[in-house]
């Protein structure tokens, strides 16, 4: 083991796995340290926007064509009702979590990377990171270890200025594709998600407010997707998280800084929880280079802002079925709005875009 480094990234998983690669190729030594032993799976939509795939591209990550499936927009499925959009430009692509975490472990190995897997992490000083009875010395350090982070609490960055807490489930089923979208089910209780992660396996996941929502009872309150998954077999162990969407007053003290969920967090209903990290990352490694982390807060607050304001807007709907079917039938009605309120999700228009097809959907529900 490096008795130094330039960077020590807390935390294997998407989120440091991106960090380091992206300060590797900026020109630093890095170490990254983690408990547990590849590959690291955890409860995740497993889904990546189309505006994640240039930052995954930009780390170099790529896909061979078995390893994913691609998704060309998202349909929302209420009360027999359905509305459908098309992403603007590219797909978005669905890999499994497993399989993500195996390709940019390998590249950050090929990087000259040093992978300390199996190696808990047990506290941190202004330049040295603790690992058991040993300690490593670091210029900087990025805590990237997750919504539970110890790196945010080791460095009193816990702070937030909004914290709401969901319950999310998912699992896979072994069923063969039905639809070329992101299908989101929407109930008075909840939200289902499914998505093909490869041409046999579709991923599904639960979401909700009630502490009391489970996989198998909560499926019952989507009758048409319960009726497609009844005769699949279920290729994967139910997981399940307490979902918080988090946003943190700071993300940086003096040379520790915070990336991914340990960073703050996005309700998963967005999808745009990985393609985030991923974005944050390559921003921080470039402000490491340029010694300004006050750069790294501003882009971190800015990069934040949209995810935020969508998991906002699609929130609304949460147990209002009159506002569910209301929404849908307007989608219906009035495509194009669906496709600007989507293409604003991925990125591809400002918000300020929205405001003429915000008064037509406010008007639409006004007058309903």
Known sequence: MLDSTDVFVIGGGPAGLAAAIAARQQGFRVIVADGAQPPIDKTCGEALMPDSLPALQELGISFRSQECHPFRGVRFLSAGLTADAP????????????????????????????????????????????????????????????????????????????????????R??????????????????????????TDQDAIVGLMSRDPQFRADEALRGFPELDARLRAAEISSAERGALSVTRKLKHVYSENVILVGDASGTVDPITGEGLGLSFRQALVLAKCLKSGNLAHYQARHRLLSFRPLLMAGLMLTLDGRAFLQRRTLQIFRKRPEVFRTLLALHVGNVSPLHLAWDGLTFGWELLTA
């Open 87 to 170: 992403f603007p430009s590219r797909c978005g692509l669905c890999v499994r979590r497993t399989t993500l975490h195996r390709l940019m472990s390998e590249r950050a190995a090929a990087l000259g990377i040093d992978l300390l897997w199996g190696t808990p992490v047990t506290g941190i000083t202004r330049s040295r990171v603790c690992l058991g009875s040993q300690s490593v010395g670091a210029k900087w350090i990025i805590g990237a270890d997750g919504a539970n982070s110890r790196v945010r609490r080791w460095a009193n960055l816990n702070t937030c200025t909004r914290k709401n807490f969901r319950y999310a489930f998912r």
């Open 172 to 197: 896979h089923y072994r069923i063969a594709p039905w639809s070329d979208h992101m299908e989101l089910h929407w109930s008075p209780r909840g939200q289902a998600y499914v998505a093909q992660v």
